[in-house]
Structures are given as structure tokens and as C-alpha cells.
């Protein structure tokens, strides 16, 4: 069956340091991995996406994700956080028809 | 071009009443999507429109949810009776026609938070 980990459910984090949110999925079928993110009061957006090709991905506003095969993992990055990332983050893969499967998020809570 | 809108934004009713929470997805998109979030949890897939007909609802929960999607354009999503374990955040998305690639970025909604008391 297919479904998403994802390990750390709470993450506080000071300014400048990194960040890494980790993701596991179990999936038969060809793969497809997402990052979305909902910042406060907003919509889930997504961050980045991997479809194919290079297994480092990058995304919007400096996040990075690597695909590991071998590790059914697709791990969020970002070398510096800022304050404005705090939010909500979701890994998902995408299964038949479109369809997600979603983590259950993790919450960034970046201190000024 | 706006984006995926859903109403109300919050609800909060009591158990064994019914509620009806609706997703206007955005011009154009034959794919609507409903997913919900049950607190801390996952966000689960609840089913998936193309158009009017319903291409996936595998994942409504029982026969008290009841989703529809008249003319192809917004979408109602009814819970009758409402029970406890209903609450959650429901989300909408959409997309627009799927593509060769099997991929078309899904657009999501703000929420209904919906609580049952």
C-alpha cells in the first residue's frame, strides 16, 4: 500500500542554522515526490517536486530535496533558515490518477 | 486568476447535525480533488472528480459523506449525520486535464475547518 513517514513531527530551529525534514514513502509503482508547504493562514503550496532525472531537486526559496532509491527517501534541505520558514511541511507521492498521499507534516518553528 | 476557493472557512456544528462544505476550483480545471485532515494526522485523500463524474472514491469514509460536482464546476461535499470523529480540515484542489506525462500540479484550497461538538 502506498503511504508517506515522515519522522519529525516538530522542529525548532534558530535562524542561519540548516535544516533537513525527513520523508519515506512506500510505493510499487513509478515514483513521483513532492514538498508542499503551508505557511500560517495560507494555502499548501508546493515547494518542489521530482519526476525524473538529477535526485537533487531544487525549489523555490532556496529548499533542496535529494531522491534515494536505494532508501525510499526523499529528504527536504535548505542550507539557512529564516524566520519566514516557519510553516508546515508535507511530503507526498503522487499514486494512480493523480491522486496524494501525504505525510502527516512536520512543523518548522524557526526562532528570530 | 484566482486560485482554488473554499467556503465556509470554518464551521462548527454539533453531532448529528449535517453540514455541507463547498470548493469552487479555479476557471477550467476538469480535476477536483477532496482531502482531509484529521487533527495531526495525514492529509487522506477522500476522492476525485473529472468533470461531473467521479473517478476515484475510495477514500470517503462511510456512506454519511456525500460529494458532488454538478455542471463540472464547484463541488459540494454534505456530512449527514455529522459525527465526532469528522473534524478535521477538509481540502479541495484542482488541476487541470491530466497530461500524457500523467502529471498536472494540483492547486490547493485554503481549508474548511470543520468541528464537531
Known amino acids: 500500500a502506498q503511504s508517506v513517514s515522515q519522522h519529525n513531527h516538530h522542529v525548532i530551529l534558530s535562524e542561519a542554522a540548516s535544516l533537513e525534514l525527513g520523508c519515506n514513502y512506500s510505493?510499487?509503482?513509478?515514483?513521483?515526490l513532492f514538498w508542499y508547504v503551508q505557511y500560517p493562514g495560507q494555502h499548501l503550496q508546493l515547494l518542489l517536486k521530482y519526476f525524473s532525472g538529477d535526485p537533487l531537486v531544487k525549489g523555490i526559496k532556496g529548499f533542496e530535496a535529494e531522491f534515494i532509491k536505494s532508501k525510499f527517501s526523499f529528504n527536504l534541505r535548505k542550507p539557512s533558515v529564516q524566520w519566514s520558514d516557519t510553516a508546515e511541511y508535507f511530503c507526498?507521492?503522487?499514486?494512480?490518477?493523480?491522486?496524494?498521499?501525504f505525510g502527516s507534516g512536520t512543523k518548522l518553528n524557526v526562532k528570530p | 486568476e484566482a486560485g482554488v476557493t473554499q467556503f465556509p472557512s470554518h464551521s462548527v456544528i454539533e453531532k448529528g447535525q449535517t453540514v455541507t462544505l463547498r470548493c469552487d476550483p479555479i476557471?477550467?480545471?476538469?480535476?477536483l480533488y477532496w482531502y482531509r485532515r484529521v487533527m495531526g494526522k495525514e492529509i487522506k485523500f477522500l476522492l476525485h472528480f473529472v468533470k461531473e463524474s467521479k473517478q476515484d472514491e475510495s477514500g470517503m469514509p462511510n456512506n454519511r459523506f456525500l460529494a458532488e460536482r454538478t455542471g463540472g464546476t464547484y463541488s459540494t461535499l454534505k456530512v449527514q449525520p455529522a459525527e465526532l470523529e469528522d473534524s478535521g480540515v477538509y481540502f479541495c484542489?484542482?488541476?487541470?486535464?491530466?497530461?500524457?506525462?500523467?502529471?498536472?500540479?494540483?492547486?490547493f484550497g485554503p481549508g474548511t475547518r470543520l468541528t464537531v461538538l
Open positions: 510505493y510499487g509503482g513509478t515514483v513521483n
Open positions: 484542489a484542482s488541476s487541470s486535464r491530466t497530461r500524457p506525462s500523467g502529471y498536472n500540479e494540483q492547486f
Open positions: 507526498a507521492v503522487k499514486g494512480n490518477f493523480n491522486k496524494f498521499y
Open positions: 476557471s477550467g480545471h476538469d480535476n
